[in-house]
């Protein structure tokens, strides 16, 4: 499903997801819900209200590809990033993404 309403302000419309992830950073693994994402953006639910750094990594589990982002906005659960690299996380990948695959394989990706 693709939306855009006329209060949005993003240049490139959402598409709704609805995927299981895990969010990565230097001493954090958390779960969440990929909620919707658009070309340049993506909006998770936290399972827990909690402080975030500036930049964190998003796997979405099925799809296997770790998103990495700075976080623009953070309400309650609810986390809005711009995207900055992405990566396929079922091979090799840059050392930034290690964590991010070690997690995806532990969540049963392959």
Partial sequence: MIFKGKDDRRAEPRRATNAPGVVVAPGLEVGCALLDESKGGLRIRLQRDL???DIIVVVDIPGGVGREGR???KKGHEVGLKI???SRLGGLVAQRFAPARDAWRRMGGR
């Fill in 51 to 53: 402080a975030l750094p």
């Fill in 71 to 73: 976080v623009a906005w």
């Fill in 84 to 86: 900055t690299a992405e």
